[in-house]
């Protein structure tokens, strides 16, 4: 294959860019079908009334009888991907192209050739609001590799370009290019409570999903007092593409997102690299991130604390919980196991010492002996478990590792998602009779520290018994010793009296 001019494919996506924006200003009113964004997993719709289109400085976007909660669809993002995909497969036929609108599940995969990835309008919702971040995202990648990116916001005329190995710049309202960072001399990354973080809601809201965004946003935003990083503060700006744009220029510091898609971020990666940004997975530990890994963590430039942003928010639980590494339940477990090893350690010292105040005729003296023989023995079998604990922990390296393998196989369950349904829950089902092996152990542990208290009582009781079956033999047969060898006066008297007739006494 011929090289490729980058500057050439870059100049045409600037083109493309503004007539789209033009396509996006001047949308006239009309209805809408019912479909759903890719990144909308509810096709209810709902009856609305449109709105008038004095209601903004300029002809309002398309506005529909029908929208969704939180995300919609309309015929403006149909039009536009139609017309970029025209404009640019003309001179580029050979050329692959992925569109969100044109995206079919199961069917369409980013390969190592030259693609372009677009996203017509993102941030459908604020463009359906007249709210002013909506944008079109413009990405080429050459071996999944991010090489070109182009991002313009034609509400606010601001345009975001970028070329591998040529930097990144903003032109705003067609004046002269600033290079990225916009600050010349970018702050070092101290920590996450100095940061502005970008961090999205989604148009998924409900089951677990929902749950693990509302925890991340609740640690993310709590104070350390209460388990948080106390960020300097979060913003939803509602376009993931604008979101990494805004981190390219040192607007923001971070920015988070699981669930978004290739179209969403592949523009903007291009531009946050050239930012001397970085961009890290979702998943602990994943510093080369895939472009349709669905998983994404931007940082800005900085001449330090990149790395330690990234370990410092990956703390949280950034992934789903179905996929959730059964590390965590183990962790707990080992901690909970050395708890409890503590807690018998003051026990045996309480009830030691009790016996010891209860001594009576000598006889608690021996049964603080038989206790700590008993202590002595049930030291033991802590060590035991202690060294059961530690083999865990040696076992939560090597499922770090597998966890990596899993991560691989979700997202290649949510490429077929569309047509693989039960591959997906084959897979979970493995994790989840994992997790369920490695609660069985736990379980396990847990019951023998539950028999220690019981099998304390017991030898007590049966040391207690014993001394006292003792006593009471001893008593009883120096009793019948006794009683043997003592004569009654009376018996010898009667033997007297019954001597036979002149029968003398011996001598």
């Known amino acids: 294959m011929a090289e490729i001019n980058l500057q050439e494919v870059h100049d045409l996506l600037i083109s493309v860019a503004h007539e789209a924006g033009r396509m996006m200003l001047t949308a006239t009113p009309s209805h809408l079908d019912s479909g759903t964004k890719k990144n909308c997993t509810s096709s209810h719709l709902t009856p609305s009334p449109s709105r008038s289109a004095s209601l903004v400085p300029y002809m309002h976007p398309l506005l529909t009888t029908h929208f969704t909660a939180a995300d919609l669809v309309t015929e403006t993002d149909r039009a536009v991907e139609k017309m970029v995909s025209i404009r640019l497969l003309t001179p580029y036929p050979t050329f692959s192209f ?3 609108e044109t995206y079919v599940p199961g069917k369409t995969h980013l390969t190592s050739a030259p693609t372009f990835i677009v996203d017509p309008v993102d941030g459908t919702t604020n463009f359906v609001h007249a709210f002013p971040a909506f944008c079109i995202s413009l990405g080429f990648t050459i071996d999944k590799v991010p090489t070109v990116g182009v991002i ?3 509400f606010l005329d601001e345009l975001y370009t970028g070329i591998k190995g040529q930097g990144a710049f903003l032109t705003r309202k067609g004046g002269e290019k600033a290079r990225l960072p916009l600050r010349k001399e970018p702050e070092p990354l101290v920590d996450l409570s100095t940061c502005l973080i970008g961090a999205e809601w989604g148009s998924d ?9 509302s925890e991340v946003f609740k640690k993310l935003a709590a104070t350390k007092e209460d388990g948080g990083a106390m960020v300097h503060s979060l913003r939803c700006v509602g376009s993931a593409a604008l979101n990494i744009a805004y981190v390219a220029a040192g607007q923001q510091d971070v920015f988070w997102e699981g669930g978004c898609w290739a179209w969403d971020v592949a523009a903007g990666w291009c531009i946050l690299i050239e930012a001397g940004g970085i961009m890290a997975s979702g998943n602990p530990g994943d510093w080369e991130p895939e472009v349709d890994g669905r998983k994404y963590l931007a940082v800005r430039g900085a001449p330090s604390g990149q790395k330690q942003i990234v370990e410092e928010i990956c703390q949280f639980p950034l992934q789903h919980p179905s996929i959730i590494s059964p590390t965590s339940i183990v962790h707990l477990s080992i901690q909970h196991f050395k708890q409890r090893e503590y807690f018998y350690q003051v026990e045996s010292a309480r009830l030691a010492k009790e016996i010891s105040a209860r001594e009576v005729d000598g006889k608690g003296e021996t049964l603080m002996k038989q206790f700590a023989t008993l202590i002595r023995e ?8 202690s060294r059961l604990a530690i083999s865990l922990e040696e076992g939560i390296a090597q499922q770090a590792i597998n966890f990596k393998e899993v991560v691989r196989l979700e997202k290649e369950i949510l490429e077929i998602h569309g047509q693989s349904i039960a591959k997906r829950q ?18 396990g542990l847990k019951e023998s520290f539950t028999t220690i208290p019981v099998e304390l009582s017991r030898v007590a009781k049966s040391s207690i018994s014993e001394v006292a079956a003792r006593v009471a033999a001893t008593v009883a047969a120096a009793t019948e010793e006794l009683e043997s060898r003592v004569v009654e006066p009376q018996e010898c008297s009667d033997r007297q009296d019954h001597r036979a007739p002149g029968e003398k006494h011996s001598q």
């Open 98 to 100: 992925i569109g969100e």
């Open 378 to 385: 049930q030291e033991k079998k802590l060590e035991e478990l």
């Open 205 to 213: 809201r409900s089951g677990n999903n929902f749950e693990l965004k």
């Open 152 to 154: 313009y916001n034609p």
């Open 426 to 443: 084959n897979t979970f089902n493995v994790l989840a009779k994992e997790i369920r092996r490695l609660e069985g152990n736990v379980r």
